[in-house]
């Protein structure tokens, strides 16, 4: 498999995780204004207010990380 399409498949991958976290905070949200805890459903808006906003959906930037590499990288600097 070419890089280009490496990067296609994790654009793709990166996509569908967004769009579930987005589908479980809306979730999560209307569920809770019904069970009356306003305060946690605004709680949760404010969170992901860029996610939740159709002018800044776009433009908002999602990071995401492997732990390992992540863990890797920690090591490598920490004990320089």
């Known amino acids: 498999m070419s890089g280009k399409a490496d990067d296609s498949d994790v654009q793709v991958r990166m996509s569908a995780q967004r769009d579930e976290i987005y589908d479980h905070v809306v979730n999560r949200m209307v569920t ?8 946690s ?7 992901f207010f860029e996610w939740l906003d159709e002018t800044l959906i776009d ?3 999602t990071f995401f990380y492997d732990e390992d590499e ?4 920690y ?5 320089e």
């Not at 809770?32 to 305060?39: P, Q, R």
């Open 59 to 61: 433009n908002e930037q």
């Open 32 to 39: 809770l204004f019904a069970e009356e805890k306003y305060d």
């Open 75 to 79: 090591k490598s600097v920490r004990y």
């Open 41 to 47: 459903a605004l709680a949760i808006g404010d969170e």
């Open 70 to 73: 992540l863990k890797e990288l």
